[in-house]
């Protein structure tokens, strides 16, 4: 099992910039992959960003050029950099990783609110 403890969220005007963390209970480097993933009110959870075991990463079109995943091994913590944040990036941002052969097993976090003022 992985416990995810993220945060870093908090309110921020246009233009702004927030460093989200998730920290993981065991060790990133065992873990097949991670990422960050967002609902706003009345929407669907999308994936924002992830990062694979070999450290590869993938962005969603709205947020690529804007954010940046990326990971401390030594500290078993997952970063999300938000830079030129936009009204639209208002959500609840969860930490997600992805284990076990297959990746058959998901484990989330408890999210953390990220609200963008215009």
């Known amino acids: 099992q992985v416990q995810l403890v993220e945060s870093g969220g908090g309110l921020v005007q246009a233009g702004g910039s927030l460093r989200l963390s998730c920290a993981a209970s065991?060790?990133?480097?065992?873990?097949?992959?991670m990422g960050w993933h967002r609902q706003a009110p009345g929407k669907q959870r999308e994936l924002v960003a992830g990062?694979?075991?070999?450290?590869?990463?993938n962005y969603a079109d709205s947020v690529a050029g804007r954010f940046t995943i990326s990971r401390d091994v030594a500290k078993n913590t997952v970063y999300l950099q938000m830079n030129s944040l936009k009204p639209e990036d208002t959500a609840v941002y969860y930490c997600?990783?992805?284990?076990?052969?297959?990746?058959?097993?998901?484990?989330w976090g408890q999210g953390t609110q990220v609200t963008v003022s215009s």
């Open positions: 997600k990783a992805v284990t076990g052969l297959g990746s058959r097993y998901h484990y």
């Open positions: 065991r060790s990133i480097s065992s873990i097949n992959s």
């Open positions: 990062i694979t075991r070999d450290g590869s990463a």
